[in-house]
């Protein structure tokens, strides 16, 4: 059984950082492609990052590139989040997600299979 559970969530200060955690069992992490979304109250669900299954390469979408770094422990299948600078329009509900291999490219994918439960990201002062 596949599940996937988020943690590291909180309340920071603008400028602050957080890093989010990701475990997930049921299925080994580097054969999936695992992202990250979130969703702000009134908005649409946003892709913020993800893995790609077939090679391991990386996407991040332009408002968090330089800011944020995804990157897993397989060891510990354990997919991570880390937020730096943060600003209050990264506050959303942060989840994590997996998808079966496709062969293609994390960011196409839609939808992703699995989800967490999802952990809340408040940025404010």
């Known amino acids: 059984q596949v599940q996937l559970v988020e943690s590291g969530g909180g309340l920071v200060q603008p400028g602050g950082s957080l890093r989010l955690s990701c475990a997930v069992s049921?299925?080994?992490?580097?054969?999936?492609?695992i992202a990250w979304f979130r969703q702000a109250p009134g908005k649409e669900r946003e892709g913020v990052s993800c893995?790609?299954?077939?090679?391991?390469?990386?996407y991040y979408a332009d408002s968090v590139k330089g800011r944020f770094t995804i990157s897993r422990d397989n060891a510990k299948n354990t997919l991570y989040l880390q937020m730096n600078s943060l600003k209050p329009e990264d506050t959303a509900v942060y989840y994590c997600?997996?998808?079966?291999?496709?062969?293609?490219?994390?960011?196409?994918?839609?939808?992703?299979?699995?989800w967490g439960q999802g952990t809340q990201v408040t940025v404010s002062s």
């Open positions: 049921g299925f080994t992490l580097d054969d999936y492609a």
């Open positions: 997600a997996a998808d079966p291999p496709q062969g293609a490219p994390c960011q196409t994918l839609s939808p992703y299979d699995y």
């Open positions: 893995i790609s299954s077939s090679d391991g390469s990386t």
